[in-house]
T-cell receptor, first 113, second 112 residues
């Protein structure tokens, strides 16, 4: 089925370890986004890519890096994980504008111990 | 800055009850407004949207009207079902930005 695919679905890291969250979409969308979801705080934007070849910081970018590998793929990297990065991470994509709606992946639940 | 405020949950209702989830916004200019729904263990899905004042968005029995005078976009449904149990997010977007700004979410629990 067409949509946004995130891997892995679950991950446990030790403090200081690194990892990359993968995201791929097959809807030919131009824009892609990484959000984190924490209890009582809704979704907060980490980074986004308005189009292939561009990336920009969102509301909470510290401790993260991103790569827009091609039009389909947008990865999120944690270089040195911290317990404060324990969260559920969602990737989303959209056509040129959000007015067409975002399509979200099913999320990655990350625990940093 | 731009922001969205939602009523705190959880909201607990009996099946067939009337639902209102309040959402108000602060924005410089004229945003587009959205409601997203998140079922357990899943990502968010677009429920409905309105792109200008007095527009009414509707889908699956849910509706919301874009009220510029009260800066609100309240979600309503006349008769909820157990299957409507989920977390509902209000969001806004500005034409000058690619990004959506989400509220904190309201959990709805519908009991049989």
């Amino acid at each position: 089925n067409a949509g946004v695919t995130q891997t892995p679905k679950f991950q446990v890291l030790k403090t200081g370890q690194s990892m990359t969250l993968q995201c791929a979409q097959d809807m030919n969308h131009n824009s892609m986004y990484w959000y984190r979801q924490d209890p009582g705080m809704g979704l907060r934007l980490i980074y986004y890519s308005a189009s292939e070849g561009t990336t920009d910081k969102g509301e909470v970018p510290n401790g993260y890096n991103v790569s827009r590998l091609n039009k389909r793929e947008f990865s999120l990297r944690l270089e040195s994980a911290a317990p404060s990065q324990t969260s559920v991470y969602f990737c989303a994509s959209s056509r040129v504008s959000f007015n067409y709606g975002y399509t979200f992946g099913s999320g990655t639940r990350l625990t940093v111990v | 800055g731009n922001s969205v405020t939602q009523m705190e949950g959880p909201v607990t209702l009996s099946e067939e009850a009337f639902l209102t989830i309040n959402c108000t916004y602060t924005a410089t200019g004229y945003p587009s407004l959205f409601w997203y729904v998140q079922y357990p263990g899943e990502g968010l899905q677009l429920l409905l949207k309105a792109t200008k004042a007095d527009d009414k968005g509707s889908n699956k029995g849910f509706e919301a009207t874009y009220r510029k005078e009260t800066t609100s976009f309240h979600l309503e449904k006349g008769s909820v079902q157990v299957s409507d149990s989920a977390v509902y997010f209000c969001a806004l977007g500005m034409d000058s930005s690619y990004k959506l700004i989400f509220g904190s979410g309201t959990r709805l629990l519908v009991r049989p």
